[in-house]
């Protein structure tokens, strides 16, 4: 495989699932004209199909199939290929939808209609993620900050040696970069462009989408006021040690 100038490998294949063929053929004329081999499916059971066969490196789903369930198919595919990137269409601008994908297993999403520029920018970041990802280094099995116990290979997360939490491909990459920089505030952009790729308005949505997300699986705030993850107001965010279903006052 080739790699661009700008660090992303040539020829990588892009999944796309449309049920719309119009549309689907705008989707792979984008991503050839990309420098991507476009795979395309118009039902959930080919995309399974091509996911197996073609072994792409990222996934564009609409969630509006017909007939099918772009939902189940998100959800499908992550427990098929945890590490593989999806990227989810919808015309569902509403608050719900967004999180349900996210919740489901999508890493990112654009909303119809939606500009042709975004949308590769979008597809080139993640696909650049997916190649920079580190491979797991078998010599380091966890990552420990203060009561929490990140396991890097199976994703699941420990609070106190108790609760075992698993966690999505967002929710995953944005706890260990936070337990990475855990004597630091990290700045909202550096959160952006190390975890997903990028750094604009709509990655910040997802950012907050996905913090808010994985704070309610942490019971973060809530019964025995425990806080894990704080924002600092126009900064970013802090990690802070939890020892015995608490977090201390002095940041990690």
């Given at each position: ?247 201390t006052e002095r940041s990690v």
């Open positions: 495989m080739k790699t661009s100038e700008n660090g992303i490998g040539q020829g990588a294949k892009i999944l796309i699932v449309d049920d719309d063929r119009d549309l689907l053929s705008l989707l792979a004329f984008l991503v050839e004209q990309a420098g991507f081999v476009p795979v395309t499916a118009t039902q959930p059971a080919d995309a399974i199909e091509a996911l197996g066969r073609e072994g792409p490196s990222v996934a564009i789903v609409d969630l509006n199939l017909r007939p099918g369930d772009g939902f189940e198919l998100v959800r499908d595919l992550r427990r098929l290929s945890p590490a593989l990137p999806i990227l989810v269409l919808t015309g569902r601008a509403n608050e719900d939808d967004k999180v349900r994908a996210l919740d489901t297993g999508a890493d990112d999403y654009v909303v119809k209609p939606f500009g042709h520029r975004e949308l590769v920018a979008r597809i080139k970041a993640h696909a650049r993620r997916a190649e920079l990802d580190p491979i797991p280094d078998k010599k380091q099995k966890f990552l420990e900050v203060g009561g929490l116990r990140l396991d890097l290979e199976t994703r699941a997360l420990e609070i106190n040696g108790e609760e075992e939490l698993r966690l999505t491909g967002n929710e995953f990459r944005l706890l260990e970069y936070l337990m990475r920089h855990a004597t630091s505030i990290v700045p909202a952009d550096a959160l952006a462009r190390h975890v997903w790729g990028y750094d604009d308005a709509p990655a910040r949505e997802v950012i907050r989408v996905t913090v808010h997300r994985l704070r309610r699986k942490l019971g973060d705030g809530g019964a025995g006021h425990r806080k894990i993850i704080e924002t600092i107001p126009g900064v970013g965010l802090r990690l802070r040690p939890v020892t015995a279903g608490r977090t």
